[in-house]
């Protein structure tokens, strides 16, 4: 490691900790030659990840994007910030040790659709009408069947809690 005062190669390391949760080692040195300490960091270098979207156009990874379109889904339920930071780190982790460096946005909808499905069911539906572009009730009747199906509940709608002689009330045909 070349020295940033006097630039001569050759240093000691004094000192080794990780920073940013793992992500990095921060070392402190000392110049062999002017007896300078300075401070470098050693980091992973991850290959970017291409997105591509629906309409075929390609932007780079981006784990703000993902984090807000979760928060979004997330409004108001019980899910706390950290669990959320988690669940994107999950994702992201997911994504950098796959092979592939180009992945389809369908791709991260699913995954995160299946960490939602055991979050919870209000958020998982959310980010589902989203990004599933629900165009009515019958898109989310059919995604609630789908999430009740593992447990053999089917949704009815004739079952909802309306007055029996509500003028809102559905009746058999």
């Known amino acids: 490691m070349q020295c940033p005062y006097c630039q001569h190669t050759s240093s000691r390391v004094l000192e080794s900790r990780c920073t940013e949760g793992g992500q990095s080692i921060r070392?402190?040195?000392?110049?062999?030659?002017?007896?300078?300490?300075?401070?470098?960091?050693?980091?992973?270098?991850?290959?970017?990840?291409?997105?591509?979207?629906?309409?075929?156009?390609?932007?780079?990874?981006?784990?703000?994007?993902?984090?807000?379109?979760?928060?979004?889904?997330c409004e108001k339920t019980d899910i706390s910030s950290g669990r959320l930071e988690t669940l994107v780190d999950e994702?992201?982790?997911?994504?950098?040790?796959?092979?592939?460096?180009?992945?389809?946005?369908?791709?991260?909808?699913?995954?995160?659709?299946?960490?939602?499905?055991?979050?919870?069911?209000?958020?998982?539906?959310?980010?589902?009408?989203?990004?599933?572009?629900?165009?009515?009730?019958?898109?989310?009747?059919?995604?609630?069947n789908q999430l009740q199906e593992s447990t053999g509940e089917q949704l009815d709608l004739r079952a909802a809690t309306l007055p029996p002689n509500s003028p809102f009330s559905i009746t058999p045909s």
Do not use: W
Not at 49 to 64: H, L, P
Not at 104 to 116: A, C, D, F, P, R
């Open 27 to 73: 070392r402190r040195r000392e110049c062999l030659e002017c007896r300078h300490r300075f401070t470098t960091y050693e980091r992973i270098e991850f290959v970017p990840i291409t997105v591509i979207k629906r309409d075929g156009s390609r932007e780079s990874f981006d784990r703000s994007k993902l984090l807000r379109g979760i928060v979004r889904a």
């Open 91 to 144: 994702i992201e982790a997911q994504l950098m040790v796959s092979s592939q460096r180009e992945v389809n946005s369908q791709e991260i909808g699913e995954l995160v659709l299946n960490y939602l499905r055991y979050e919870s069911e209000v958020a998982y539906v959310r980010f589902a009408s989203v990004y599933k572009k629900f165009q009515g009730i019958k898109d989310f009747v059919a995604t609630l």
